[in-house]
């Protein structure tokens, strides 16, 4: 799964890695349409798209200036993402070892549907 999405002043571009893993690197929402529930009507698009497909994914969150960090947070885990922090030490160190070194820091994971972040 990968490519750009486009809803009503919002977009997210996918990043497809591996056949199981896909990178959320980028979501932005016009500051006119913020706090309409496009960003977490995308992301909802998203993560289906990944549950079909099997896809487990993850993020590097950087918020603009003016945005809440923890609000960004909670709107990536209000569609599954939980915090790297949260993952196992096995779980962490296979995930890095998928991605590779061009990411440096991971901020968000999302297993495939049905599964746990610490499998």
């Keep these: 799964m990968h490519g750009r999405f486009f809803r009503n002043g919002t977009w997210a571009t996918v990043e497809h890695l591996t056949d199981t893993l896909s ?4 979501l ?13 009507r995308i992301l909802k698009t998203i993560v289906e798209e990944a549950d079909a497909e099997g896809i487990e994914m ?6 603009h ?5 923890g609000k960004l947070r909670a709107l990536y885990q209000s569609v599954g993402f939980i915090p790297a922090e949260q993952l196992t030490t096995y779980r962490w160190r296979k995930l890095r070892k998928e991605i590779g070194p061009c990411y440096r820091e991971v901020i968000m994971y999302r297993p495939k549907s ?6």
């Design 65 to 69: 200036p003016d945005t809440d960090p």
């Design 114 to 119: 049905g599964r746990s972040g610490n499998a």
């Design 23 to 26: 990178c959320l690197t980028g």
């Design 58 to 63: 993850f993020l590097q969150a950087e918020p």
């Design 28 to 40: 932005e929402t016009d500051v006119s349409e913020r706090g309409k529930g496009q960003a977490r």
